[in-house]
């Protein structure tokens, strides 16, 4: 088993996460050490299809440790993580009349963890919570670092808290049963922490999606990595602060974001898994890296060949690039209206630039080459 161990120094704050195959069954035990005996019930929140294939064993586990569990089953995807999602989700804990001893678990990819996680951080101001991630993406960055949220009609994560867990718990047996997609969406993300991460995160990255047959040895090493590397991160800038733009900062994990959030913005969200535009997002990130005499041409060539392994991905070169590039001026992390690009010096070192800085022609450039591979 990997334990990770994620420090906030700023809050005195520090808590574990835990990686191994059929971590599910001991959810009880490590609940009951983390929360303490004086917690009674807990409020395992979920959705409907990642409850049906593991809410039994995580329920089992749960009351085994003596815990009463109550359960609430938020609707499927993305289009559901909403204020209205929040408020029934409230109403519930209410309604249990959960205590301020009592905790939060949420059971599912990043959707119910954000959602389960903001629910805890307001509910009687703030209580315990457990994230026990079951998608890739989440196991290797969403269930990291204590952002929560939820998504408000004028665009995603527009409200939300940072409220760090008690416990990360990966089983990595639950990605057998996700859909390959998911994985492709989950393998970009990784590729993308990898490249700003460490030559030696993206190399391991990179050898494990060349395999057509990978140990759960290998796959239980590689998540632990990214969650370390995530924990270095945050333990450094948990709040993601304004004005910081040095290479450690928590916006380089924004990395592949600024084409990623225009791609689905004028798809209508419809076209892309998140991830799966951040590749797309990787790619152009490198192009204009090497436009701009940053990133060394043979290193570009190994993003691509990175994302290429991911898996397939619905097709970008249709797109508009002059709404591409409009769109990418309205995203929210722009500052002044002015788009902040995470690009690359290198693989394994990020550079925060202003998007004024990148020349109009480089940029379609960039956007044309990146977006018909
Ligand atoms: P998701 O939560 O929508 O899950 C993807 C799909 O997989 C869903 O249909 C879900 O029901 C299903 N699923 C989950 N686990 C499964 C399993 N083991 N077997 C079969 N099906 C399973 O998507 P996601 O990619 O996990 O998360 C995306 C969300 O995460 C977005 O809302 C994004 O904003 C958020 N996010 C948050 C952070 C953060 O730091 N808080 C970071 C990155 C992304
Ligand atoms: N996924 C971005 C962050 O956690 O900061």
């Excluded at 329920?59 to 609430?72: D, E, H, M, Y």
């Excluded at 991630?133 to 995603?156: E, F």
Aim: glycine residues 10%; proline residues 3%; aromatic residues 4%.
């Amino acid at each position: 088993m990997h334990h990770v161990q994620v420090r906030i120094p700023a809050r005195k704050q520090s808590y574990q996460i835990k990686v191994a195959g059929g971590l599910l069954a001991g959810l009880g035990d490590d609940s009951r050490a983390v929360l303490g005996q004086a917690a009674r019930r807990v409020a395992l929140i979920s959705n409907p299809t990642v409850f049906n294939l593991y809410g039994e064993t995580a329920t089992a586990a749960l009351r085994s440790a003596g815990f009463q569990v109550v359960n609430w089953l938020m609707k499927e995807g993305e289009q559901h993580k909403t204020l209205s999602s929040l408020s029934h989700a409230l109403a519930f804990l209410s309604d249990q009349s959960v205590e301020r001893s009592d905790a939060v678990i949420a059971l599912g990819g990043g959707v119910v963890g954000d959602l389960a996680g903001f629910a805890a951080a307001v509910y009687l101001r703030g209580i315990s919570f457990i994230q026990v991630p079951t998608t890739l993406l989440a196991q290797i960055d969403a269930s990291v670092g204590g952002k929560t949220a939820v998504n408000t009609p004028a665009g995603k994560n527009l409200v939300g808290a940072f409220h760090q867990p008690r416990l990360v718990l990966i089983d990595t047996e639950t990605l057998r049963t996700l859909p390959r997609r998911e994985l492709t969406a989950g393998w970009c993300e990784a590729v993308k922490q990898g490249a700003i991460g460490s030559r030696a995160l993206f190399d391991q990255t990179v050898r494990l999606l060349g395999k057509t047959q990978a140990s759960q040895t290998e796959v239980c090493a590689t998540i632990a990595a990214h969650c370390r590397f995530k924990a270095s991160i945050v333990a450094g800038d948990e709040r993601e602060a304004i004005d910081r733009e040095d290479h450690r900062s928590r916006r380089i994990l924004n990395f592949g974001h600024t084409t990623a959030h225009a791609l689905e913005k004028i798809t209508g969200f419809r076209r892309f898994r998140h991830g799966e535009a951040v590749g797309y997002g990787i790619l152009v990130a490198g192009e204009i890296s090497k436009n701009l005499g940053m990133l060394p041409a043979d290193e570009l060539e190994s993003l691509r060949a990175a994302v290429a392994l991911c898996g397939p991905r619905p097709p970008a070169g249709d797109l508009n690039i002059a709404e591409i590039i409009n769109s990418t001026k309205g995203d929210k992390k722009s500052v002044g209206g002015i788009a902040k690009w995470v690009l690359l010096e290198r693989i394994g070192r990020a550079r925060i630039i202003d998007g004024n800085q990148i020349d109009k022609g480089v940029l379609r450039q960039s956007l044309r080459a990146a977006l018909q591979s």
